[in-house]
């Protein structure tokens, strides 16, 4: 049987958090609980919290004294902090994206390699699914969505063709919307290109550069001075935003980069973005394109 997740840049993300035995943490992206476990091994007073939006999950939680679980999504990350009465916490990790469990449950329709319903909700209580968002999006909005958040060029075709095959049968599932695509991009980067078409509409789903945004922002609330913000990112758009946060505190380039007039809200750590070994790439396909920042607040 397949692991549920596998935990990508365990040790580099878990030595970033710089943990202390007597320390509270913050996994905002359970998951397997693979780097929840790492962390739980070095705690010895201390606490870990745990969010993930996902209800799948609940099959994977450890039993732990110090352990607790939000089934939240991470972009209520104070608002839960609150309500367990925590102020500040001294570390927080997100491995952002889709677990492995979410690619590999067929009914779930995140990769066009299987066909399943277009749904992709990672909250699987949410009202929009992908199927909602091809049927019913107007054809400016399904270009914005595919010019922004999969970062092509002239979609329009494609989204015409979309478009004209509704109006006939709507388009329920990842196989029907991949067939009718990949006629528009022959060659070697077809499937690079309607993986990054399904990202697209996962992102719109999920709503995730926006709750990437807000949790980000809390971040710098919640941490406790020289704690440790750790981001794995898989796509340039997420890894964009956690760069530039970092760096800046904000999610554009200023355009005074010595930094008069803004307060910058951390020290980066990684000078250079941290990517997997050959050999972790080699044992999970799926780490190739992570990304790892580490920061500290100041």
Request: glycine letters at 6%; proline letters at 5%.
């Amino acid at each position: 049987m397949a692991p549920y997740h596998t935990p990508v840049l365990l040790e580099e993300s878990i030595t970033g958090l710089n943990i202390r035995p007597d320390g509270i943490y913050v996994d905002l992206t359970y998951g397997g609980g693979g780097h929840s476990n790492a962390i739980l091994q070095r705690l010895k007073t201390g606490k870990l919290i745990a969010f993930d939006q996902d209800e799948d999950v609940l099959s994977q939680v450890v039993s732990h004294p110090a352990f607790t679980l939000r089934i939240q999504n991470y972009r209520y990350l104070k608002n839960n902090l609150d309500f367990l009465q925590i102020s500040r916490v001294n570390g927080i990790l997100a491995d952002l994206g889709v677990s492995s469990h979410q690619f590999d449950e067929s009914d779930r329709g995140f990769t066009f390699r299987n066909d399943a319903p277009l749904d992709m909700r990672m909250n699987q209580l949410g009202d929009l699914s992908a199927a909602d968002v091809i049927n019913r999006y107007p054809q400016q909005k399904l270009i914005r969505i595919f010019r922004e958040f999969a970062e092509i060029k002239h979609p329009e075709k494609f989204v015409d063709a979309i478009i004209f095959s509704r109006e006939k049968v709507p388009l329920k599932t990842s196989g029907a919307l991949a067939d009718l695509v990949r006629g528009f991009f022959p060659g070697k980067f077809q499937n690079k290109i309607l993986a990054r078409i399904f990202q697209a509409l996962r992102i719109e789903v999920n709503h995730e550069l926006d709750s990437l945004r807000e949790m980000l922002q809390q971040t710098v609330e919640v941490l406790e001075p020289g704690g440790r913000l750790v981001v794995i990112a898989y796509h340039s758009l997420e890894d964009r935003l956690v760069k530039n946060f970092m760096k800046f505190g904000r999610f554009d380039q200023p355009n005074d980069l010595l930094g008069r007039g803004y307060e910058k809200p951390f020290q980066v750590i990684t000078k250079k973005v941290i990517t997997p070994s050959a050999e972790e790439v080699r044992r999970n396909p799926r780490a190739r394109s992570a990304k790892l920042r580490i920061a500290e607040k100041i």
